[in-house]
């Protein structure tokens, strides 16, 4: 049993004052929450989506939902979907593209499941078409993991093709099983907005030794000149052994092959779980899941020729095993960093006298892009949780997730340009039986409201041992069907303060004004400590008070400062400012 302490350790950045966060659970009777992605509006709203689906207690019965909530999470509609005879439909990924959600999953047709896209209108979760997909033939079972929206070239005719790519796996076994008979197969699959097919590759690695099959596509990332591919392929070691290799794949917008990077590193299993573009530098930066070190890493890739590049190149090793990566985002503190989120594998932890364990606990880490050196602080937020099992996507079947990565966050820039982070996690309270969707609003400096420790990461240097992939274009047919959309009664609470590592008074005061010249007021009068630092962390200036209600800063220099305070209750709040 571990027992876990909040630190507070004063990072280079701090951000606004901690009452802009929330955490937030939603409980829908009987039922438990699975598969939570996030997506921001994009339609001049602060407002985002959540997908997923609900499932009842034995795990095999799904019907897949949406909700859209404003930037404090309040809902605005919560709605499910269902086919009156096409059972087992499951969203697994979401974008939005203007006033219209994109959702791609798969449905059972006729005993086989297929890859489908439903286009859903954003202000009110009607559904206004969907149609699913015949990967190859009509005996293949297939699903869609990723969807994104681009407006790149589809035909090379040099007009722009507005539509959706989605990629996913096809298999000749119904469920998820990585020894089918050498056929899973990855494919992407292209559309228009009105959901016609204008191309579809498959992606398979050879592998002639066992039965063992590991092409998946989980991620699609659109760079200046094609789409680079992640998931995993069928790699073979030296020593003859065959494991799950990272997939690093790169094809045209026309879907032809660029280049291939695919590898192997660690010692049983590898998957790249998503990636992000760096335009300024033409660089990849891949996130990689490991099974020789329990973590996850980073590959920088040169996006023209497919090489890596070594000295940005690493992966993670911590205080404890099993944190894996799910999202790979732009940093909202600095161009120059990176912000990685996923989730814990399992976490034992104390707070108020009692224990508590939870799966899937999310983790976030901010890095530098040149080094994968840690900047700031690296939180995991802990919350009771236990993965129901009997679901063939359970995160934690195996050491980490074979295939299925989902969107968890989302670094999100409001109408006002306040930037912050949202993220997706799962509580299942000790006399809870059924799970619950937990939806966190964090500030740049990535601490959630409610309960969290600090996590120290440190990047090490990564090995690559190539392996083969290869794409062909492949046939298949599409069929329109109706999918139905019924309102979801639901509750909500607050982060529960039963669990207190750390507790926040919900009437903590903020600083204000923001800039300032002369003084930095604090709105109530209960605040007893603070401490003032300079832009690159030196400590300033430091108090101790019975009743601190203003902070001298006209001696200052113009620039950026930070205040950390604590509250008569133990809150403590960071807040950055701008001296004048």
């Known amino acids: 049993m571990k027992t876990r302490l909040l630190f507070i350790?004063?990072?280079?950045?701090?951000?606004?004052?901690?009452?802009?966060?929330?955490?937030?659970?939603?409980?829908?009777?009987?039922?438990?929450?699975h598969d939570l992605n996030l997506e921001p509006t994009h339609d001049n709203t602060n407002d985002f989506i959540v997908a997923g689906n609900l499932f009842d207690t034995s795990m095999q019965n799904e019907v897949p939902y949406l909700q859209r909530l404003d930037q404090n999470g309040t809902v605005i509609w919560f709605k499910s979907y269902s086919h009156t005879s096409l059972v087992h439909a499951r969203f697994f990924d979401l974008i939005v593209v203007g006033n219209t959600i994109y959702v791609t999953g798969s449905i059972d047709v006729s005993g086989t499941k297929r890859v489908f896209i439903s286009q859903i209108d954003a202000s009110n979760?009607?559904?206004?078409?969907?149609?699913?997909?015949?990967?190859?033939?009509?005996?293949?079972?297939?699903?869609?993991?990723?969807?994104?929206?681009?407006?790149?070239?589809?035909?090379?005719?040099?007009?722009?093709?507005?539509?959706l790519v989605v990629g996913g796996f096809f298999s000749?076994?119904?469920?998820?099983?990585?020894?089918?008979?050498?056929?899973?197969?990855?494919?992407?699959?292209?559309?228009?907005?009105?959901?016609?097919?204008?191309?579809?590759?498959?992606?398979?690695?050879?592998?002639?030794i066992n039965s063992l099959e590991y092409d998946f596509v989980n991620g699609i990332t659109e760079t200046?000149?094609?789409?680079?591919?992640?998931?995993?392929?069928?790699?073979?070691?030296?020593?003859?052994?065959?494991?799950?290799?990272?997939?690093?794949?790169?094809?045209?917008?026309?879907?032809?092959?660029?280049?291939?990077?695919?590898?192997?590193?660690?010692?049983?299993?590898?998957?790249?779980?998503?990636?992000?573009?760096?335009?300024?530098?033409?660089?990849?930066?891949?996130?990689?899941?490991?099974?020789?070190?329990?973590?996850?890493?980073?590959?920088?890739l040169n996006n023209t020729t497919g090489a890596i590049v070594p000295?940005?190149?690493?992966?993670?090793?911590g205080q404890d095993l099993d944190r894996y990566g799910f999202r790979i985002m732009e940093s909202g503190n600095s161009a120059n960093n990176l912000v990685i989120s996923g989730y814990d594998r399992d976490e034992n932890w104390s707070g108020g006298g009692a224990s508590f364990f939870g799966q899937s606990n999310i983790i976030v880490y901010e890095f530098a892009k040149a080094t994968g050196a840690q900047v700031g602080t690296s939180y995991q937020y802990l919350v009771p949780h236990v993965e129901p099992a009997g679901d063939e996507f359970n995160f934690w079947t195996g050491q980490f997730p074979t295939m299925y990565f989902p969107d968890m966050s989302q670094f999100i820039v409001d109408t006002a340009g306040n930037a912050e982070y949202y993220h997706v996690g799962y509580r299942t309270d000790p006399s809870a039986t059924f799970?619950?969707?937990?939806?966190?609003?964090?500030?740049?400096?990535?601490?959630?409201?409610?309960?969290?420790?600090?996590?120290?990461?440190?990047?090490?240097?990564?090995?690559?041992?190539?392996?083969?992939?290869?794409?062909?274009?492949?046939?298949?047919?599409?069929?329109?069907?109706?999918?139905?959309a019924v309102?979801?009664?639901?509750?909500?609470?607050?982060?529960?303060?039963?669990?207190?590592?750390?507790?926040?008074?919900?009437?903590?005061?903020?600083?204000?004004?923001?800039?300032?010249?002369?003084?930095?007021?604090?709105?109530?009068?209960?605040?007893?400590?603070?401490?003032?630092?300079?832009?690159?962390?030196?400590?300033?200036?430091?108090?101790?008070?019975?009743?601190?209600?203003?902070?001298?800063?006209?001696?200052?220099?113009?620039?950026m400062y930070f205040i950390q305070g604590e509250d008569v209750h133990g809150n403590l709040m960071t807040f950055r400012f701008i001296k004048e």
């Open 224 to 300: 200046t000149d094609g789409f680079f591919i992640t998931g995993s392929a069928t790699g073979t070691t030296t020593g003859s052994l065959i494991q799950q290799a990272v997939l690093a794949y790169k094809i045209d917008f026309q879907g032809n092959f660029s280049w291939d990077s695919s590898y192997i590193f660690g010692n049983s299993s590898d998957s790249s779980a998503d990636a992000y573009f760096d335009i300024g530098t033409n660089e990849i930066y891949m996130l990689v899941n490991y099974s020789i070190s329990h973590y996850f890493g980073v590959t920088v």
């Open 172 to 208: 000749d076994c119904y469920a998820v099983n990585t020894s089918c008979m050498f056929n899973n197969l990855g494919f992407v699959l292209r559309t228009d907005l009105n959901l016609n097919i204008l191309w579809t590759e498959e992606l398979d690695a050879s592998n002639t």
């Open 311 to 317: 000295s940005k190149s690493w992966y993670a090793s």
């Open 487 to 559: 309102s979801v009664s639901f509750t909500e609470s607050m982060c529960d303060p039963t669990l207190p590592v750390q507790e926040f008074n919900k009437n903590t005061g903020y600083f204000y004004p923001n800039p300032a010249s002369e003084y930095i007021h604090y709105s109530t009068n209960d605040l007893v400590s603070f401490n003032l630092y300079d832009f690159s962390g030196k400590l300033l200036k430091t108090e101790k008070s019975e009743d601190i209600q203003q902070i001298f800063i006209g001696n200052l220099n113009t620039g």
């Open 125 to 163: 979760g009607n559904v206004v078409a969907t149609n699913y997909y015949t990967i190859v033939g009509a005996s293949f079972n297939s699903r869609g993991l990723k969807i994104i929206h681009t407006n790149s070239d589809a035909n090379n005719d040099a007009v722009p093709d507005p539509g």
């Open 9 to 33: 350790v004063i990072a280079v950045l701090f951000t606004l004052p901690i009452q802009a966060q929330f955490q937030k659970t939603f409980t829908v009777s009987n039922q438990n929450f």
């Open 435 to 484: 799970t619950s969707a937990e939806i966190f609003r964090t500030p740049l400096n990535l601490r959630n409201e409610c309960e969290n420790l600090v996590n120290m990461l440190n990047p090490n240097a990564a090995g690559f041992q190539f392996t083969t992939v290869t794409s062909a274009g492949v046939p298949n047919t599409s069929q329109a069907i109706t999918l139905n």
